[in-house]
Structures are given as C-alpha cells and as structure tokens.
C-alpha cells in the first residue's frame, strides 16, 4: 500500500522541494508528447522552487542510437528551459543489479531459468492471465542456486504475493485512487537473461536514488505504476507521488504515434516550420492543462506562476493536424498557429528582427540586421509562422521581383490607360519627394486628387509595382524601406507591363 504523504521521508523531501526527472528513451526523435511531459515536469519544478532532473533511460542497447540522443537533445535546446541535474541510465547499471540483488535476497525475487528463446509460453490459470513460471517459481532455494553456480543463465523475477487477496494501490494526482489485485498482476522480470535491468527495476531504481518526489509522466504508463509501487515497496523506499497526464491523440481518436502521423508529432518539425519555442510551449500546456481563469495565450513566467497538478484534466486531448494538408501552414493545429501569432505580435521589434535574420539569410538573402528592423514592424501582422518572413517580405531582399500579373497593375479592369496614367505620375512625384512616410502620403494623395481618382486606384498599381502584389504592407512604409532608387526602378519597369 501507498505511504501517508505525511510520512518522514514524504516530510524532508517537501522540505527542499519537490525533485521531478524527464526519462525519454532515445529511440527516436522528441515526440511532442514528450515534450509536453518535460514541460509540465519543468513548469511543476519552477512553481514548487524544486528540482528538474533529465536523465536519459538508455539501457535498451538494440533501440537506442546516438540520433535519437542528438534529437531530444536538438528538441530541448529548442525550447530553451534547461534542467539541473543530469544523468545516463546505462551509467547506473551497477545500482540497478544492487536493487535487484537486495530485493533477492529478501526472498521477494526468484530466478527463472526458462529459455529466453525456447518459445514457451508463460500464460497459466484458468483465465490464461500471464501471470508466472510456475516451476520456476517453486524451485527450491538449493537447486536455484546450484543452477546459477553451474553457470546456467537466468532472469530475476519479481515474486508477486498470490495469497491472502492483497491488493496494490495508490492514489494519483490526476485520476484519483487506484486500485489492483496482486493476483492480476504477472511475476514481471527485474534483470533480464543476460543480466541486463528491465525498464521497471531500473526506473524504481533510479527514482529512489536520486529521490524523485513526483513522477509526472503519461497515462500509457498507469498500468506499469502497479509493479512499480510493488518494486518500490521492496527496496525499502517511499513510493513518489504519482501523476499521470491524459494523452495526446490525433483528429480521429487514435494515439498520437511516430510511426503513423509522422512528422507532425516531432517536436523539431515545429520549429523549422517557425514556431517559436514560447508559443510552443504555451500550445503544448493547452493540450490536457488549463488554468484556472481559462486564458490561452501566456508568457513562460505566468505559466509557471499559474501551473498545478490540479489542472490538469483526465479526458485526452486532440492535437488537429491535418494528414492530407497541402501546405505546411494547413498541416498544424489551428490554435498552435492562432497562439504562435500572438506571441509573434507580442515581441519587442528588435527580438523579432533577430530571430528572422537566421531565416532570411539561410534563404540566400544578404540582408543588413538595420534594414531587417525596419521591415519587422511592416510584415509582424501578417506572420503565422518565422518562416512566413519568405513570403510576406521578399521584395524587400531581391534587386529584380519574381514575375506577376500585369492585371493586377491595372485598378479598374481593362482601364491601362488610367493605370500608366497613375505610374507615370507616381515616378513623377516621387522623384523629388523626400521619402519618409508622412511626405510620401501628402505626395501621392495631392497626386490623386491632381488626377482626378481615387485614393485606392492611386495606390493599387504603385503597391504592386513595388511589391508584386497587391496584398502588401503598408505602402508608404514600405516605400520609405525600399527607398527613391529601387521605388523608381520597379515604377519604370511596372509601366513597360501596361504599355
């Protein structure tokens, strides 16, 4: 049975805060639930001034790689919140053999001599529940021992209690008590034929030794928490408390999965599409968590300010991607892009401006940081995504623009006369005005009214001149940017398309 959380150990653990760990296996990249499970382990730590522990679980030597262990470390750095302490499960091999050699001992382990790949099944019972060897288990103390010294090889079994109907349980912090017969539970390996530690044993293990206080991770693992309150029980160690958060699941129901939904479940196709690592976050916490006043979209520090166990709900949340999008934009889940926006808008310009650089240059584009600042606050409104940059500012960045429409020159359909009429004045004012906003705008205005049309079918077939397009930035900003010289240019050529 679980300990009162008033016990001794319980007590000097809150003492100095709450200690938490993030175990991924690194058999491929960071999913984003994962992520999700190392942000509210993160953000649980901060509120509570505890411990946020990284300790990569890399003791399944056939499915981990060095890429895998790259991308969680690629995925983490990416959202820029950092951990305290740091650890290698496979550097701990020997602990985990000493627990498992300690539980032995007390008689609540046995070998199992049983081939590893002989074929046999271990299902038994009327029920056919998976429960133990039996002639392994009531092998006598003597023979067990007379087998492992002749060399024989084993794996170490936990001897789960089969009499008297005891129960297991504990409580957690999301879904409440918990509640399981011993007797529905198999005699579960704790070292493996070739002496390596199981996922159980070893995780028991390492929680207990670096005193792991709350063990947040996800809901898949419930069922496991049974044998490890047995494991944790046995090693004469407090049980943590536990809290399970409700998965993630695709539009359709099913579990978000590497294998199916594919690159949309990683967490770095986020970030090279141009999320950025706040707004990530703030999606990611979205997804099974809600603070008590319902807002959506918050900074890192009010997130931590805000965040408890008590919010986080039981029902799995849905992440709506689309698989059979045709662009990138349309592939992620319309809050995620909603919320990225609004963190986008909310930063200074000069923060911006930084953080499009990168993308403009890999471009191709040799763009000066003073002028990337002055294009900033033209395009922030019309960004979703970092990347957006591409394409919501690249006339600014090139000398000749990428070829348009000549009717989209034309303000009022058919009427090129009346377009050529506006460019030729356009080139013809502009020329001698001083090209700040203000000056541009009383110019091109008084240039209308000399012509007799309206304002929008001025403006129309310059905007496009310039920009080659007609949805664009503020135009009289935008023509201080790209200043006399290039405005001039682009008019010249623009006049050639109507003619």
């Not at 007379?146 to 024989?152: D, L, N, P, S, W």
């Not at 530690?197 to 928490?225: E, F, K, V």
């Not at 579990?255 to 594919?262: E, Q, T, W, Y």
């Not at 979703?384 to 623009?401: I, M, N, S, Y």
Request: aromatic share 8%; hydrophobic share 40%; proline share 5%.
């Amino acid at each position: 049975m679980s300990p009162s959380s008033s016990s001794p150990a319980r007590q000097q653990i809150s003492a100095i805060g709450p200690r938490v760990r993030f175990a991924p296996s690194p058999t491929g990249f960071l999913h984003v639930g994962s992520a999700r499970t190392f942000i509210f382990n993160w953000l649980y730590a901060r509120h509570n001034g505890g411990t946020m522990i990284l300790r990569l679980d890399d003791t399944d030597v056939e499915r981990n790689t060095e890429a895998s262990v790259n991308s969680i470390f690629e995925g983490l750095k990416w959202l820029d919140l950092g951990w305290d302490e740091e650890y290698r499960q496979s550097e701990r091999i020997a602990l985990h053999r000493r627990t498992a050699e300690a539980i032995f001992q007390k008689g609540l382990a046995y070998r199992d001599f049983t081939p590893a790949h002989s074929g046999e099944s271990e299902r038994s019972g009327t029920e056919e529940r998976w429960l133990f060897n039996p002639g392994m288990r009531g092998l006598s103390s003597a023979e067990s021992h007379r087998r492992a010294a002749a060399g024989e090889p084993f794996a170490l079994r936990f001897c789960v209690p089969r009499e008297g109907g005891q129960l297991v349980r504990f409580t957690d912090a999301v879904y409440g008590e918990q509640v399981k017969s011993a007797a529905d539970i198999e005699d579960f390996a704790l070292l493996r034929s070739d002496g390596m530690p199981t996922y159980h044993l070893a995780s028991c293990a390492d929680d207990a030794d670096l005193r792991i206080s709350h063990i947040i991770r996800g809901q898949d693992h419930l069922t496991n928490t049974f044998k490890h309150v047995l494991i944790f029980q046995a090693a004469g160690t407090v049980p943590p408390q536990f809290a399970h958060l409700p998965l993630l699941v695709a539009p359709d129901g099913t579990k978000l999965s590497k294998r199916r939904h594919g690159p949309v479940v990683s967490v770095t196709t986020y970030r090279d599409a141009g999320f950025l690592p706040e707004a990530f976050l703030n999606f990611l916490c979205l997804l099974g968590w809600s603070p008590k006043n319902d807002r959506e979209q918050m900074s890192r520090q009010e997130l931590v300010d805000a965040f408890s166990l008590d919010g986080i709900n039981r029902a799995n949340a849905v992440v709506n991607f689309r698989e059979a999008a045709k662009t990138l934009e349309e592939t992620f889940d319309p809050k995620a892009l909603w919320l990225n926006a609004e963190h986008i808008r909310a930063l200074a310009v000069d923060d911006l401006s930084q953080r499009l650089m990168p993308i403009v240059r890999e471009a191709g584009f040799n763009v000066e940081p003073a002028k990337m600042k002055r294009i900033t606050p033209l395009i922030r409104e019309r960004m979703k995504l970092l990347r957006d940059v591409l394409t919501a500012a690249d006339f600014f960045f090139v000398d000749q623009l990428s070829p348009y429409d000549p009717a989209e020159l034309i303000p009022q359909k058919g009427d090129t006369a009346m377009a050529l009429k506006v460019l030729r004045k356009a080139r013809e004012r502009l020329a001698n005005t001083e090209f700040a906003q203000d000056a541009l705008d009383q110019a091109l205005r008084a240039a209308a009214q000399e012509l007799g049309v309206k304002a929008g079918q001025m403006f129309q077939p310059i905007r496009v001149a310039v920009c080659g397009r007609k949805n664009a930035p503020p135009l009289f900003a935008t023509l201080e940017v790209l200043g006399r010289e290039t405005t001039l240019a682009r008019i010249e050529q623009a006049m050639g398309k109507v003619q």
